[in-house]
């Protein structure tokens, strides 16, 4: 199982001489952030594709409290474009801070 994250910034900080805004999403991939970016779909399109290296059979997604039904089942079917051959699970998490959790078998 490999996991990744989608969250935020809390405050301005410099990753990898990149500088980071408070406000940005950053995407997390096995507990380290990967990317950092202005749109949820560029993060989770980029971190998707880094745990999904290896294949994956079924994604689970975890929204958190912050998330809306309907955007989750809209990231449901981006993460099902990316791993087309996967069985992609939406399940309400309920988490703080994190926008959505994402493991793949």
């Known amino acids: ?10 405050r301005d900080s ?6 980071i805004r408070k406000g940005q999403l950053l995407g997390l991939v096995e507990g380290k952030v990967t990317c950092v970016g202005q749109t949820a779909d560029e993060v ?3 971190i998707i594709t880094r745990v999904s290296e290896n294949g994956g059979d079924v994604v ?4 958190g409290e912050d998330v809306n039904e309907k ?11 990316l791993m087309p051959d996967a069985e ?4 309400y998490g309920g ?7 994402f493991s793949v078998e």
């Open 95 to 101: 988490q703080p801070v994190y926008h959505y959790i």
């Open 14 to 19: 410099e990753f990898d001489g990149q500088q």
């Open 71 to 81: 955007e989750a089942t809209r990231v449901s079917e981006l993460v099902q474009s």
């Open 44 to 46: 989770i399109t980029e």
């Open 60 to 63: 689970n997604i975890y929204y």
């Open 1 to 10: 199982v490999r996991t990744a994250q989608l969250t935020y910034a809390a």
């Open 88 to 91: 992609v699970i939406l399940l």
